[in-house]
């Protein structure tokens, strides 16, 4: 209402020209029912388009409601996602305190493992310092009641220059663990503890001097007893 009231006060109807007027004046006899016509339907036009705009204006205001809802939603979301991140970041630092922890707690029983298996490989080879191991005796040679510390004495007897003053002692001789080899294979080595450390030294520097032994026509060779680990640190060297 109120913008039809507006526009009968604003609205000015053209001035008709002079061939309009004698138009009018000829053959229109009706020109103000024409004039009242057009003016009516055009504020009809307006009165539509102004209904259409409130209706648009009314779905943005609801569409802007919805965003405002679905904002608000979103911010609860995300303070909830802040606060759980929150939480995960106290839980992290502490987790990565007690990594950090075990990890030093780690590196100190390492380091005592490595403490504990070195001295264990010293007890072991200090166990072994009066051994030798003897490799090539064929199988069977210590059957006919022979015990094996006199066997070795007697092999040792023949490939080394050995003196009768100062006789050598055998406390144990036996061949090392395993089943018996077949006839085509490598002999099991024996191994033979001394009663003396010097005993031991003195049978592998006579080794050294020989070269090449030799028993009932088979090569022998002697080695000091000593375990894998330090067999091996041995071969880097």
Known sequence: GLLLFLFIIIYKPPSPTR????????????????LGLATSAEI???????????????????NIADMRGSLESLGQRVSGAESKMGRLGVVTDDHEARLIRVEGELAHQTRYAGELWDR?????????RNNIR????????????VSGPTMLLSILQ??????????????????????RPAPDQRPRPIIARLLRFQDRERILRLAREAGELYWRGGKIMIFPDMSRELAAQRKCF
Request: aromatic residues 0%; proline residues 6%.
């Open 19 to 34: 061939a309009s007027t004698a138009k009018m004046a000829v053959g229109d006899p009706l020109p103000n029912a024409t």
């Open 120 to 128: 264990v490989q010293d007890l072991e080879n200090r166990s072994r």
């Open 134 to 145: 003897v490799i090539g005796v064929p199988e069977g040679v210590e059957g006919n009641g």
């Open 158 to 179: 023949d490939c080394l220059l050995l003196g009768e003053s100062d006789p050598i002692e055998v406390e144990q001789a036996h061949r090392t663990l395993g089943p």
């Open 44 to 62: 009809a036009s307006l009165m539509n388009l102004t209904q259409e705009m409130a209706t648009d204006v009314a779905s943005i205001r609801t």
